[in-house]
Nanobody
Framework: QVQLVESGGGLVQAGGSLRLSCAAS????????MGWFRQPPGKEREFVAA????????YYSDSVKGRFTISRDNAKNTVALQMSSLKPEDTAVYYC??????????????????WGQGTQVTVSS
């Protein structure tokens, strides 16, 4: 059982930046594909970004491409989401997700086995 804990959410003005972090309990973290999803108010949870187990490949939704960067540190069992040029429509609860897999990219909710509790990001206009 992998435990995922997100941190770094908060309130930021449009155009600002925020860095989310997700810490994993699993010692074999480097075997896991990781992803970030978000759930805007009143909407379905949607894919944001994914990173391969090795960290050498990343994939983004069109809505965040060029503004967000996903990265991981397998030595520290963490994955991060650096968010820049934030827009009010980025307001959502952000979740990290994990699946022990070498397949890439994983972009559907059903493809992930483990989820964090989420962290709120609010972007004011």
């Amino acid at each position: 059982q992998v435990q995922l804990v997100e941190s770094g959410g908060g309130l930021v003005q449009a155009g600002g930046s925020l860095r989310l972090s997700c810490a994993a309990s699993e010692d074999t973290f480097s075997s896991y594909a990781m992803g970030w999803f978000r759930q805007p108010p009143g909407k379905e949870r949607e894919f944001v970004a994914a990173i391969r187990w090795s960290g050498d490949m990343t994939y983004y939704s069109d809505s965040v491409k060029g503004r967000f960067t996903i990265s991981r540190d397998n030595a520290k069992n963490t994955v991060a989401l650096q968010m820049s040029s934030l827009k009010p429509e980025d307001t959502a609860v952000y979740y990290c997700a994990a699946r022990r897999s070498s397949y890439f990219p994983l972009i559907k909710r059903a493809e992930y086995d483990y989820w964090g509790q989420g962290t709120q990001v609010t972007v004011s206009s």
